[in-house]
């Protein structure tokens, strides 16, 4: 099993350009997160995804949107990127409740300059 | 005021010291107490998990929770720089919440 994956890796966008990331567990794990990791602010949830056709907000959503059109995807939509989005974002599964462990991909470095 | 609180540090420890890592919470809602592990560029995995109040040993590693303080601790006997990390503190009621992470190197 790879676990949870996410694509791409590293990425640096201008300002105003749009991007997708996808992340992928093979788990059949039903929850979804997407973090972003600041230093000193921990990880942040953006949005989540408690089942395939789902989602909903987390405590930072705003600049972005999501989709989980697949149980195995969920995807993160960033439409016209900012500065402050510059980011290492983190996707997270788990099997299904927040009492569960959650399982994390490896991040994607963003730079948006 | 946060739902978790957590010293960022950096610790800086020597081999074999013991460390303590410790985070408070506010939501007395909290069933779940996790302690993540997160090596430079990785993504955190989970160390330890607990559900109630008392301690939890698992080798080196002992996670210690006290509800009635709101208070968790990670204790890591014998470290080791392998051990060199951040750990962030975790709970979860309805949601799940992370605390900011302390940054831990043990100096060989």
């Known amino acids: 099993n790879a676990g949870v994956t996410q694509t791409p890796k590293f990425r640096v966008l201008k300002t105003g350009q749009s991007m997708t990331l996808l992340c992928a567990q093979d788990?059949?794990?039903?929850?979804m997160y997407w973090y972003r990791q600041d230093p000193g602010m921990g990880l942040r949830l953006i949005h989540y995804?408690?089942?395939?056709?789902?989602?909903a907000k987390g405590e930072v959503p705003d600049g972005y949107n999501v989709s989980r059109l697949k149980k195995q995807n969920f995807l993160l939509g960033l439409e016209s990127a900012a500065p402050s989005q510059t980011s290492v974002y983190f996707c997270?599964?788990?099997?299904?409740?927040?009492?569960?462990?959650?399982?994390f991909g490896p991040g994607t470095r963003l730079t948006v300059l | 005021q946060k739902e978790v609180e957590q010293d960022p540090g950096p610790l800086s420890v020597p081999e074999g010291a013991i460390v303590s890592l410790n985070c408070t919470y506010s939501?007395?809602?909290?069933?779940?107490f996790m302690w993540y592990r997160q090596y430079s560029r990785k993504g955190p995995e989970l160390l330890m998990y607990?559900?109630?109040?008392g301690n939890k040993e698992d080798g080196r590693f002992t996670a210690q929770v006290d509800k009635s303080s709101k208070y968790i601790s990670l204790f890591i006997r014998d470290s080791q720089p392998s051990d060199s990390a951040t750990y962030l503190c975790?709970?979860?009621?309805?949601?799940?919440?992370f605390g900011t992470g302390t940054s831990l190197t043990v100096i060989p």
């Open positions: 997270a599964s788990t099997p299904g409740s927040s009492a569960d462990e959650q399982f």
């Open positions: 788990m059949n794990h039903e929850y």
């Open positions: 995804s408690v089942g395939e056709g789902t989602t």
């Open positions: 939501n007395s809602a909290f069933q779940y």
């Open positions: 607990t559900y109630s109040s």
């Open positions: 975790a709970m979860s009621g309805n949601q799940f919440y």
